[in-house]
């Protein structure tokens, strides 16, 4: 769009870009002398020495992009201590990319995993963060969908991609989404593994149908809260587990029971809350409900495995499986064809309401190494996110 006019009098000092989609209003003393409404964005002039926008909270953002930027990295694999605060050169983006101003970016057990070397990043140093949501503040020429401007989020960072532990991420196209008008951008940051995951299990994977018995599994969880609603959007019933101080708040976010997981008849529990077994199975620790799991299962039940503490896992009864015709899955979100599909469903269910992203806790880039811990030791519901 051309360059807004600001009533007759010549502009005195262009200040930033405007970036929401809404009107902007510039007063000198009190008086109006112009205003113009936002496409996508616009610049903004100084006349005089007030600027107003007619939302609360909205920012403007420079016209010139830093050089630099503040970003976690970690030089060689390690705990929590071996993050660092660097001070490096701000990524441009490849023509089939999207540079993201991160407003937020969310912390993960698989975050730590790539830092201990347990899974291995492409390349070190190396930026954690899996997830993001933030501005889009430069869009690579092959791009489409995706304008200046534009809320998003983004997920499957800090494997074969510097990742988002930082102010600013070059992200693939096919790895993100647009936002909503509306989504808290903080909440969006800790979206992208939980929900994606939470999708691929259940709708990708397990195919669940409304009517049908879904049981989560440690429902407080990332992944375990965005299962239990999107469960509950599906048209499931909801049967969860989670410590008692989780209870109240997951029958509010769709669960229809809720069951402590240390209580000694969970399997009986189970069983009579599914009306005699559950349909579709989502488990985050395979070493201790494998077998579980398959006691517990309706007939052609089908359960998707997502993680374990210990990778020796294993039956002590395969026979149960077999004679109720049971279908395993095993997943890794990272084997998602393409991010971006799951990415604009969960996206939709933020800007509907049907998703909403628990945060627990915020961290800024100084307490990264905090996060990581934290992730891994502390009990809490939904997820821990760094606002950079």
């Not at 660097?86 to 101003?101: G, K, N, S, Y």
């Not at 200046?148 to 930082?166: F, N, R, W």
């Not at 579709?280 to 997502?306: K, W």
């Not at 210990?310 to 395993?328: C, E, M, Q, S």
Request: aromatic letters at 6%; one cysteine or more; hydrophobic letters at 45%.
């Amino acid at each position: 769009m051309g360059l807004p006019q600001v009533a007759s009098q010549p502009p005195t000092q262009v200040v930033g870009v405007a970036t929401v989609k809404d009107t902007v209003t510039v007063r000198e003393t009190g008086e109006l002398v112009g205003h113009w409404d936002i496409v996508r964005h616009c610049v903004v002039y100084m006349v005089g020495i007030v600027i107003h926008t007619s939302l609360p909270g909205t920012f403007i953002r420079p016209l010139s992009l830093p050089h630099a930027m503040r970003a976690v990295r970690y030089h060689d694999h390690g705990g929590p201590e071996v993050l660092q605060v660097d001070d490096i050169d701000r990524p441009d983006p490849a023509d089939d990319e999207v540079l993201i101003e991160v407003a937020a970016a969310g912390i993960n057990p698989v975050d730590t995993y790539f830092v201990d070397g347990a899974y291995q990043p492409f390349t070190l140093p190396m930026i954690p963060g899996v997830d993001a949501a933030g501005e889009a503040v430069e869009v690579g020429s092959a791009v489409e969908g995706v304008t200046e401007g534009d809320a998003v989020v983004a997920t499957g960072l800090s494997k074969d991609h510097y990742g988002a532990c930082a102010e600013y991420v070059a992200v693939p196209e096919d790895r993100l989404a647009v936002l909503p008008t509306g989504v808290d951008s903080v909440e969006a940051g800790g979206a992208g593994v939980a929900a994606v995951t939470a999708w691929r299990a259940l709708i990708d994977h397990a195919g669940l149908e409304p009517a049908e018995t879904a049981l989560i599994h440690g429902g407080s969880g990332g992944v375990g809260h965005a299962a239990v609603q999107l469960a509950a959007v599906a048209g499931a019933r909801v049967v969860t587990t989670a410590a008692p101080q989780y209870h109240d708040r997951l029958n509010a976010l769709g669960a229809d029971v809720v069951l402590d997981y240390g209580r000694d008849d969970l399997r009986t529990a189970v069983t009579d809350a599914s009306a005699g077994g559950p349909d579709v199975i989502l488990d985050h620790r395979l070493d201790d409900y494998l077998q579980f799991d398959a006691d517990v299962a309706a007939h052609d039940g089908r359960i998707v495995g997502i993680g374990e503490n210990d990778p020796a896992i294993g039956f002590t009864n395969d026979g149960v499986a077999r004679g109720k015709d049971l279908t395993y899955q095993f997943m890794s979100m990272f084997n998602t064809p393409r991010l971006r599909d799951p990415l604009e469903r969960v996206a939709h269910l933020l800007g509907e309401g049907d998703l909403e992203i628990e945060v627990a806790e915020t961290y800024d880039l100084d307490e990264v190494a905090t996060a990581h811990e934290d992730v891994m030791a502390d009990s809490f519901l939904g997820k821990l996110v760094v606002t950079p």
